[in-house]
T-cell receptor, first 115, second 114 residues
Framework: NAGVTQTPKFRILKIGQSMTLQCAQD?????MYWYRQDPGMGLKLIYY???????DKGEVPNGYNVSRSTTEDFPLRLELAAPSQTSVYFC??????????????FGPGTRLTVL | GENVEQHPSTLSVQEGDSAVIKCTYS??????FPWYKQELGKGPQLIID?????GEKKDQRIAVTLNKTAKHFSLHITETQPEDSAVYFC?????????????FGAGTILRVKS
């Protein structure tokens, strides 16, 4: 299994540009998550999905959009990039039953700089 | 909403000594508390977790304790080695309309000096 894969690894955007961060998992996990990690600030949840077609906002959703059309893929869309979105983005997945938590598996991250 | 505080932000220990990282949480409904290790340039990886029905869990050199009354939990690493140097995150679970989420602490940079 490849686990959780993310592309690209690095990206530089200009203010106002848009892009999609790709995330895929091959573990047949139902839950998928997007986090951002700012220096010294830990991980903040942007959006998450509990299955195909179902997504919900996390702590910091403004400026982002997501979709989940398949179990495997969970892309994150930035429509109008701003310097405040400069961060490292991590995708994660887990196999969950309601009320019972399991390990979240993280991808290697995408480092995004907005200039 | 849930708030998780983690201390210290940085910790330096001599090889062979013990390291302790502490976290507090605010939501009394939280019932799952994982610890993640993040090495430079990589994504976080689970090292140990504890559920609210137990007070302590051990796995070789690492252990986690949970005090639900005081709403705090701690990570203990004994006989530290240089390869333990990394950033460590605690987290606490929260329930939402659609399912399970985690709230993470800000992280602790652990440096093990040889």
């Amino acid at each position: 299994n490849a686990g959780v894969t993310q592309t690209p690894k690095f990206r530089i955007l200009k203010i106002g540009q848009s892009m999609t961060l790709q995330c895929a998992q091959d573990m047949n996990h139902n839950y998928m998550y997007w986090y951002r990690q700012d220096p010294g600030m830990g991980l903040k949840l942007i959006y998450y999905s509990v299955g195909a077609g179902i997504t919900d906002k996390g702590e910091v959703p403004n400026g982002y959009n997501v979709s989940r059309s398949t179990t495997e893929d969970f892309p994150l869309r930035l429509e109008l990039a701003a310097p405040s979105q400069t961060s490292v983005y991590f995708c994660a997945s887990s196999l969950e039953d309601r009320g019972h938590y399991n390990e979240q598996f993280f991808g290697p991250g995408t480092r995004l700089t907005v200039l | 909403g849930e708030n998780v505080e983690q201390h210290p932000s940085t910790l330096s220990v001599q090889e062979g000594d013990s390291a302790v990282i502490k976290c507090t949480y605010s939501d009394s409904a939280s019932n799952y508390f994982p610890w993640y290790k993040q090495e430079l340039g990589k994504g976080p990886q689970l090292i140990i977790d504890i559920r609210s029905n137990v007070g302590e869990k051990k796995d070789q050199r690492i252990a986690v304790t949970l005090n639900k009354t005081a709403k705090h939990f701690s990570l203990h690493i004994t006989e530290t080695q240089p390869e333990d140097s990394a950033v460590y995150f605690c987290a606490a679970s929260i329930r939402s309309e659609y399912g399970n989420k985690l709230v993470f602490g800000a992280g602790t940079i652990l440096r093990v000096k040889s």
